[in-house]
Each structure stands twice: as C-alpha cells, then as structure tokens.
C-alpha cells in the first residue's frame, strides 16, 4: 500500500513539475484526472510493467538501459491513452515525462 502512496505522489509531483516547465507535455482537465492518472499508472507499472521490461530485456542489455526510458514513455502513453481527460501529444513527450518521473521517484526513494 505505501508502494502505490509514494508512486502516487511522485506522479502527482512529476506531472506538476512537467505542466509548469513544459506546459505542452502533460494536460488535465482536474485535479481528480491527475490523481486517477497517478493510481493507475501506479497499478500498470506494478503489474504489466515487470512483463513488458522482461519481453524487452535483451535489447535494454543492448542499449545499455536505454530502452527502459522507452518503456516507461510507452506505459505513461497508455495510460493517458485509457484514462479520459489526460492529454499528451506524443510518444515523445511522454518519454519526457518518464524521465522526470524517474528523477522524482529517485528523490523520493531516497528519503524512504
């Protein structure tokens, strides 16, 4: 349960930072779209995640963990795709929200 609270936040943080910086990157239409996209993007990466990074691991061994950023811009693009009210304009942009995601996360995870 704390596992989903902190990935909450860090979403909820990371989609803050990204809308002021880059306003272009992330939209909503409330504040309850952005904690329903921070819930369910909290469950994607815990369940469907882990299998899609396996599927991927020789050509993230490859890349030498570059391609884990393309994985995690795929899984913040599908969940914008299935939760109404989140808009991102591309698959890039979203790669660019995956990765101040994991920089939040980091801090986060740091002070746990």
């Known amino acids: 349960m704390m596992y989903i609270i902190i990935r909450t936040v860090s979403v909820l943080v990371a ?18 779209t952005a904690f329903v996209f921070a819930i369910v993007l909290a469950i994607m ?10 599927i991927t691991l020789p050509i993230t061994i490859l ?8 994985v995690n811009g795929a899984m913040v693009y599908l969940v914008a795709l299935i939760v109404p ?4 304009p591309s698959f890039v942009m979203a790669m660019v929200f995956a990765t101040v995601l ?8 740091a002070f746990e």
């Open 102 to 109: 994991t920089m939040v996360n980091f801090v986060l995870h």
């Open 45 to 54: 990466n815990h369940t469907i995640k882990p299998a899609i990074a396996g």
């Open 15 to 32: 989609s803050y930072i990204t809308k002021v910086g880059v306003p272009i990157v992330f939209a909503w239409q409330t504040g309850w």
């Open 63 to 70: 890349t030498l963990g570059l391609f884990s950023v393309v």
């Open 85 to 88: 009210g989140v808009s991102i």
